[in-house]
């Protein structure tokens, strides 16, 4: 499996070290580093669905994200207190398109992903 280049804001502005790895593990299509990234009790919030904990979280990224070879091109990011979202450029076997993810982070883990628009 080849790895995508490890994402950056091409603004210049630094993502939090488990923001940076979660996309960097999405873009090589490594469900299970994906999941490693949140906390034990992280969750992933796709349209109103939640998927809560390390063994959902892998479930849902192999079945409808790293699964569909997702690639994620940052075009942006902002952060206010402990979220960053990121806007990026999906691609691969799934949704296709802009979107924006909103991650809260804690110590070194990743709470919350919240995939906005």
């Known amino acids: ?13 630094p993502l939090p070290p488990p923001v940076q790895r979660a996309l960097y593990r999405a873009n090589g299509g490594d469900a299970d580093g994906f999941a490693d990234c949140f ?16 063994a959902e979280i892998r479930g849902w990224s192999e079945a409808e994200f ?21 806007s990026a450029r999906v691609g691969g076997n799934g949704f296709n398109g802009p979107s924006d993810f909103a991650f809260t982070v804690d110590d070194d883990r990743i709470t919350l992903m919240r995939i906005t628009g």
């Open 1 to 13: 499996m080849t790895r995508a280049p490890r994402p950056a804001d091409p603004s210049g502005t």
């Open 39 to 54: 906390a034990h009790d992280g969750t992933v919030n796709d349209w109103g669905r939640e998927f809560r904990g390390r």
């Open 66 to 86: 790293t699964g569909k070879q997702v690639t994620l091109e940052v075009t942006g990011a902002r952060t206010e207190g402990p979220t960053t979202t990121v």
